[in-house]
Nanobody
């Protein structure tokens, strides 16, 4: 497994924006899926966004129209653009990538939406 590193989290006011990045420490070939999850205390990990090798995207209903997932295959990196952030978007955002039968994970980045 290749460790992934998330970045771009922080404290933002409601209505604000953040762009998260998920980068592999070394090149990962044949990435089939890229995922972004949100983890909050006492709750199950929630799948927020998914992107396929062909660029098809799906989102949780709670973030549709506000979040956009994208990828850069050459850099083995995925991105999560988050707009119009709400307090309920607060949590640790983790990314993963599937290549073949191997799933690579990051350790997460904290996003806090608060006035």
């Amino acid at each position: 497994q290749v460790p992934l590193v998330e970045s771009g989290g922080g404290l933002v006011q409601p209505g604000g924006s953040l762009r998260l990045s998920c980068a592999a420490s070394v090149r990962i070939f044949n990435i089939n899926f890229g995922y972004w999850y949100r983890q909050t205390p006492g709750n199950e990990r929630e799948l927020v966004a998914k992107i396929t090798a062909g660029g098809l995207t799906t989102y949780a209903d709670s973030v549709k129209g506000r979040f956009t997932v994208s990828k850069d295959n050459a850099k083995s990196t995925t991105y999560l653009e988050m707009n119009n952030l709400k307090p309920e978007d607060t949590g640790v955002y983790l990314c993963s990538m599937m290549s073949g039968l191997t799933e690579h994970w990051g350790r997460g980045t904290q996003v806090t939406v608060s006035a």
